[in-house]
């Protein structure tokens, strides 16, 4: 039909960035992640992770240390995310709440959940090899799940969810109330994830 003008007035944002540097923090990080598992000897954090692991949180306040140092490096996307999304960033404390970091090894999952009482959420890739499981969100419109008519063909006006392909050194940032997940690792090899939360005050 012409003069057709579709109005999609409430995009949900999740901002990509690729971290500079990455292989050298990628290196660091995953060294300090693996000692975190093999000195967790419980490993008995369970969140959304379905057979993976869940690290204890990082300890990003000791000075000089890979964790610090990623967490000092992440502020300026943390800064310009906020922008984007058109916060206040001026004579605000922006600051990362929490960090931790999951492995998902084959047949490893995460399941839908949201991450109550942050402004931004986040997933920065240190290990992701091909068919390691996709980073999904979710629609957040409830009520579409409940009643619509038979879908003919699916498009972005229509999708449950969406599946993100990812790389190492990927960073995506996102509000804290959008539902995601990932996917079933089918390869033979760890996927490495950091998370952190962000608050403003």
Same mark, same amino acid.
């Given at each position: 039909?012409? =003069?057709?003008?579709?109005? $999609? ?6 901002? $990509?960035?690729? +971290? &500079? ?6 290196? &660091? ?12 000897? &419980? $490993? ?20 000089? /240390?890979?964790?610090?140092? #990623? ?13 984007? *999304? ?10 990362? /709440? ?10 490893? #999952? ?8 942050? #402004? *931004? ?13 996709? #980073?999904?969100? &979710? ?17 972005? *006006?229509?999708?449950? +969810? ?34 952190? =939360?962000?608050?403003?005050?």
């Amino acid at each position: 039909m012409k =003069n057709l003008e579709i109005l $999609k007035l409430f995009p949900e944002p999740v901002l $990509k960035y690729k +971290f &500079e540097n990455f292989n050298n923090f990628n290196n &660091e990080l995953s060294n300090y992640i693996y000692n975190l598992y093999e000195n967790d000897k &419980e $490993k008995k954090i369970i969140k959304s992770n379905e057979g993976g692991w869940h690290s204890p949180d990082f300890q990003i306040s000791q000075k000089d /240390t890979i964790q610090n140092k #990623f967490a000092l490096a992440l502020q300026k996307y943390i800064l310009n995310a906020c922008q984007n *999304l058109g916060w206040k960033t001026e004579n605000k404390q922006i600051r990362i /709440t929490s960090m931790w970091s999951i492995i998902n090894r084959k047949g490893d #999952f995460n399941v839908a959940h949201t991450h109550p009482n942050s #402004f *931004l959420s986040s997933a920065y890739y240190v290990k992701a090899p091909e068919n390691c499981g996709k #980073f999904q969100i &979710e629609n957040p419109n409830q009520a579409k799940r409940y009643w619509y008519p038979e879908i003919k063909s699916k498009n972005e *006006l229509n999708k449950d +969810f969406v599946s993100l392909s990812i790389e190492e050194g990927d960073l995506l940032l996102f509000p804290g109330y959008l539902s995601h997940k990932v996917s079933v690792n089918h390869s033979d090899e760890d996927r490495i994830v950091i998370s952190f =939360n962000v608050d403003i005050r």
